[in-house]
């Protein structure tokens, strides 16, 4: 049975520092990964999609990253900013199906 | 373009009663996915549509829940007997055509916060 995990659950930051964010997997046979974000009492964003056969996607300050071989994913966010808070969720594909397995989330508080 | 919508935004209801909640796709998404998201939890799978048909029932937790995409678009989730554990949001999503094993991004709707009473 695929589980994903986030570490750590919540973390805090200065604005302006750079900060990654995991997501583990135990089950390395996934069709693609997910991260999103999702503020407190709102949907979920999606933010970057990796498909198995990727190693990273960019989008503006935000990176992520695919290993499947190790069952890892990490979402790096340089330069925070206060708007960055929220709840980042990773999520995978599990083999042949369409669902997401999501991990519990980090929530992020950037300071200013 | 349109996002996913769902409504109602919020239902409060009495124990033992019948819900409804709908969930309206991005125009043109075949595939539609229903999640339901506890307090500091993330999101758990429900059901999933391909078209009209439920390709993957395999979430919902027992029979008192069912949903329904009768002409491929709007998709209702339907609770019969709402007990207080049922209180939740429930989330919806869609998705362009999966080709070939390929899944593609998931879009999700702003939820529906279910609370029995």
């Known amino acids: 049975k695929q589980e994903v995990t986030q570490i750590p659950a919540a973390l805090s930051v200065p604005e302006g520092e750079n900060l990654v964010l995991n997501c583990s997997f135990t089950d390395s046979a996934i069709y693609n990964l997910q991260w999103f974000r999702q503020d407190p009492g709102k949907g979920l964003t999606s933010l970057l999609l990796i498909q198995s056969s990727q190693r990273e996607q960019t989008s503006g300050r935000l990176n992520a990253s695919l290993d499947k071989s190790s069952g890892r994913s990490t979402l790096y966010i340089a330069a925070s900013q206060p708007g960055d808070s929220a709840t980042y969720l990773c999520?995978?594909?599990?083999?042949?199906?369409?669902?997401?397995?999501f991990g519990q989330g980090t929530t992020l508080q950037v300071k200013p | 373009g349109a996002g996913v919508s769902q409504t109602p935004s919020n239902k409060v209801t009495e124990k033992g009663k019948y819900v409804e909640l709908r969930c309206d796709p991005i125009?043109?998404?075949?595939?539609l996915y229903w999640y339901r998201q506890s307090l500091g939890q993330g999101p758990e799978f429900l059901i999933y549509f391909q078209g009209t048909g439920a390709a993957d029932d395999s979430g919902l937790p027992n029979d008192r829940f069912f949903a329904v995409r009768p002409e491929g678009s709007v998709s209702t989730l339907k609770i019969q007997r709402t007990e207080r554990g049922d209180s939740a949001v429930y989330l919806c999503?869609?998705?362009?055509?999966?080709?070939?094993?390929?899944?593609?991004?998931?879009?999700f709707g702003p939820g529906t916060r279910l609370t029995v009473l």
């Open positions: 999520a995978v594909i599990p083999g042949n199906t369409g669902k997401l397995i």
């Open positions: 999503a869609s998705s362009p055509l999966h080709r070939g094993g390929i899944y593609n991004e998931q879009f």
């Open positions: 125009s043109g998404h075949t595939a």
